[in-house]
């Protein structure tokens, strides 16, 4: 794909005119798909490496990763993994009706800013939502949902708190921080509502196989072999920023966000960040009285 085409494509899908696209890519789903939903850059790779090996009992590659637990778009002609013959799909949209049961992986707004904000850098496309290619400028635009396809972070965590799923229990939201901090007895949570058979031998080995150090050289070595997966081929830096696999920090934003960058993140996404179980920071109790709306 040329460099060309390829910032049109990023455009394109940031205006009305991704909704047909958007379409054509859910045209296929099924009532039994179960879907594993998050915002873009809040962890779901790494689950998904999680998840596959325990499916598959094989170590996870990014090769092969689509043909396990597909991007949505991708979903065609995959078999279904699931117990019951269902697939497990991957999401980065907000809430749809066609979507009856799913895990919902929401990580704290502050670190997905940063996380959003090193890729763009690294593409070169925060210059199309920051005239000076700033952090602040960037922010204003990813706060009003114009850096993501899907809208802002807080529409997104709003849409899927806000759906049927959780009132009938087929919504298990999982923090990423927790996920990171106690990796075994929230996976086995996912494991349970998957209905995937897993031991904690089993489980603890799909831990220890797709570490950080470990994803990372998963990612290393599809590059050197030539054969980047679509999850790789917008991702090509050996920039710590830029990596594909990046830290997956916890509580980065602290020694990163200014103080007046925070207050306006409290401003606009206060209330869906305290929904989510995340603690706000600076002038939230503002937000009513100069009429500024999460």
Known sequence: MSETVRRLRFRAARTPLRAPFAWWRHRDIKPDDVFLASFERSGSTWLRFLLCELLTGDSAAFERINSVIPEMGRQAGIPPVLPGKHRLIKTHESYRPVYHRAIYLVRDLRDVLLSNFARMEEMDFV?????????????????????????????????????????????????????????????????????????????????????????????????KSGAEAGLLKMHRSSREDGRFVRNGAVGGWRAKLTPEQLKMIDLCAGSALQRAGYEQTAASSQRDRIGVQA
Do not use: C
């Open 127 to 223: 210059r199309f939502f920051s005239a000076d290619r700033s952090l602040d400028g960037y922010l204003a635009a990813f706060l009003k949902g114009k850096t993501a396809p899907f809208g802002s972070w807080q529409h997104h965590v709003n849409s899927w708190f806000d759906s049927p799923l959780e009132a009938r229990g087929d919504l298990l939201t999982i923090r990423f921080e927790n996920l990171r901090k106690d990796t075994e007895p929230n996976l086995a949570r996912i494991v349970n509502f998957l209905g995937i058979k897993a031991d904690s031998e089993a489980l603890r080995r799909a831990i220890e196989n797709n570490s950080l150090e470990r994803m990372r050289a998963k990612e290393d070595a599809t590059r």
